[in-house]
């Protein structure tokens, strides 16, 4: 349980500083583009919080099975690579984010991979 608490925090963190402190304006720029607002109210950070444990729960089960690398790459593509196709082909992606996006979802799910794994010793195969 320690494991994805300390874990969903560190995806919570890296996602608040990711799109809330270095791309908050180029998400908004896009969205105002389309016409649309882009949503910050309450319930949108509350839903990225359940979000944030969820990747983590989701990368702890993982990382009983994996190692860090496969964890991480298996985390990392679950949570970000299909959610930027959705969200692409929905036409809400600002592509400019990737050079950013890219590295640090990364990073991201490296570390929730690596807390996972040593807070939680892996089961043996």
């Known amino acids: 349980m320690l494991a994805v608490v300390v874990a969903g925090f560190w995806v919570g963190m ?3 500083v990711r799109n809330q402190l270095l791309l908050l304006p180029q998400w908004q720029t896009h969205y105002r583009n389309m016409g649309l607002a882009f949503p910050s109210q309450p319930v ?3 839903l990225w919080v359940v979000w944030s444990f969820l ?3 989701t990368a702890f089960a993982i990382s009983r099975r994996f190692g860090l690398w496969q964890t991480t790459f298996i985390a990392w593509a679950m949570a970000f690579v299909m959610m930027w196709v959705v969200i ?3 036409s809400v992606l600002p592509v400019g984010i990737m050079p950013i996006a890219v590295p640090f979802s990364f990073i991201e799910a490296l570390g929730a ?3 996972c794994r040593r807070l ?4 043996a195969r």
């Open 113 to 115: 991979a690596f807390l």
């Open 88 to 90: 692409w082909n929905l």
């Open 55 to 57: 990747l983590a729960g």
């Open 14 to 16: 890296c996602e608040f």
């Open 120 to 123: 939680a010793r892996p089961n």
């Open 44 to 46: 949108n950070a509350m």
